[in-house]
């Protein structure tokens, strides 16, 4: 190979690779906003069943699922996305789901009382244990009460999360 061959094959694999980071950057930066975008219209989800919550009395509740063990399975971003086409089949189609957190979901279920949102936890825990290999989740469940707000639940989740945890 001759030298002037060498440096443009030395340039073609410096060009090529500035344009793969670039195109991870971007990809990166798309990924952040469609969480950003996720995250919002759980956030305006939840606020929605607090309100019919209190106007009605209707229960309601939230799922708060973390996930571990995905580095055992395919990767972090594959095992997340298997959870959450799994969980997708297994909800109800007036139920709202979302990707909260890198290994979180957080799951509405409308119009269900606690003992059955307890009931549902646990089935989706099972079916996540069965359905993606390596997965593991924790679901704490907090009902969704008249005359809650939304910083209400989000706090309680959180207490109720680890509890969850510790218990795990």
Do not use: K, Y
């Not at 030298?3 to 798309?30: H, I, K, M, W, Y």
């Not at 989740?137 to 910083?151: H, K, Q, Y």
């Amino acid at each position: 190979m001759s030298d002037e061959s060498a440096r443009f094959s030395d340039a073609v694999a410096l060009a090529t690779a500035d344009e793969n980071a670039l195109l991870r950057q971007s990809l990166a930066g798309a990924f952040s906003l469609a969480a950003e975008a996720e995250a919002a219209a759980f956030r305006r989800e939840l606020t929605r069943v607090v309100a019919q919550a209190a106007r009605h009395g209707t229960p309601a509740a939230l799922l708060d699922i973390r996930l571990t063990g995905l580095s055992e399975a395919p990767g972090v971003e594959s095992g997340a996305r298997a959870v959450a086409e799994l969980l997708a089949e297994l909800i109800r189609a007036t139920d709202f789901l979302a990707r909260t957190g890198e290994c979180r979901f957080g799951l509405l279920l409308d119009h269900l009382d606690q003992d059955s949102a307890i009931d549902a936890a646990d089935r989706l825990v099972r079916c996540i244990t069965v359905g993606v290999p390596g997965a593991r989740a924790v679901i704490a469940v907090t009902g969704i009460l008249a005359g809650d707000s939304v910083a209400d639940v989000l706090a309680r989740a959180e207490r109720n999360m680890a509890a969850a945890q510790a218990e795990a």
